[in-house]
């Protein structure tokens, strides 16, 4: 274990208790308020070694440690995009503290443009797949064999199964489809969002897939799913923004916080 995820563990510890961590949550843009519902602790980034500096408006930069619905979550209220500093292992060393914590599952949620018509702003989609359209991979310079990771079951089928029938009992639809990463910071052209239309992308956006690959790489279960702020581009005449997807994704985080709340309520 590296001397960063050691000293990591051991301020945690210190500040939020030794008990096991049973789920990790990594909060999109503008959902991070999340974090505030959990009954814990909030560690800063910057007081936890090799953790990001997160600089992007509209996310969180702490790890919250705590009970949400009475199960023992670590939610960690901001990510480092790719597009930050071209990066795409930055997540590295916090999922890999995540699984040290005794985690054993992760949820990722992210904004994301949808390229579905039945699938609109405000909406959810959970991840049963993903295309890696950014080419970049977070387990380059990985020198063990486990960088072979299989990626034929990634988005976990009894996760996805459980928070179906989280939504359906919350009334809230849950489409399922397939997210293109995207590297950003600039937004998609139309010709881009064709492409990924025929490749077989219902939605794109900027960020998770180099988590569900880390995640997979340590053993976690993953699941994800996306808000669903704004029609991909080209697809409607709103102009595309990050303040629009700061603005639209509270309604979407509004339904995520039920679904997620009866998910947890159900793992008890
Ligand atoms: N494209 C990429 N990322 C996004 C989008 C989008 O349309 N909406 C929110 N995040």
């Not at 976990?156 to 489809?177: F, M, Y």
Request: charged share 20%; net charge negative; glycine share 10%.
């Amino acid at each position: 274990m590296s001397k960063n995820v050691e000293d990591c563990l051991a301020t945690i510890r210190a500040r939020a208790g030794a008990e096991p961590v049973r789920l990790g949550l990594i909060l999109g843009s503008g959902l991070g308020h999340l974090a505030g519902a959990v009954e814990g602790v909030a560690i800063p980034y910057a007081d936890l070694p090799g953790f990001p500096h997160v600089g992007v408006s509209g996310h969180n930069p702490n790890l919250v440690i705590g009970d949400l619905e009475g199960v023992r979550v670590a939610v960690f209220g901001a990510r480092e995009h790719y597009y930050e500093n071209g990066n795409p292992s930055a997540m590295r060393l916090p999922l890999t503290v995540l699984q040290a914590l005794g985690a054993t599952a992760l949820l990722a949620t992210n904004a994301a443009g949808s390229l579905r018509p039945d699938i609109r702003p405000g909406d959810l989609m959970l991840l049963n797949d993903h295309i890696n359209f950014s080419g970049l991979n977070p387990l380059i310079g990985e020198k063990t064999d486990a960088r072979f990771v299989p990626m034929t079951t990634a988005h976990d089928a009894d996760l996805r199964q459980a928070l179906k029938s989280s939504a359906a009992a919350e009334g809230v639809a849950l489409p399922e489809g397939v997210y293109a990463w995207y590297s950003g910071p600039s937004f998609e052209t139309p010709a881009e969002i064709r492409a990924i239309k025929i490749l077989g992308g219902d939605a794109v956006g900027m960020s998770t897939v180099p988590e569900v690959i880390l995640a997979r790489f340590l053993g976690l279960r993953v699941a994800a799913i996306s808000t669903i702020t704004n029609m991909a581009a080209g697809m409607s005449d709103e102009q595309i923004s990050h303040e629009h997807t700061k603005a639209m994704a509270p309604l979407g985080a509004a339904k995520l916080e039920r679904v997620l709340r009866h998910f947890l309520r159900s793992l008890r």
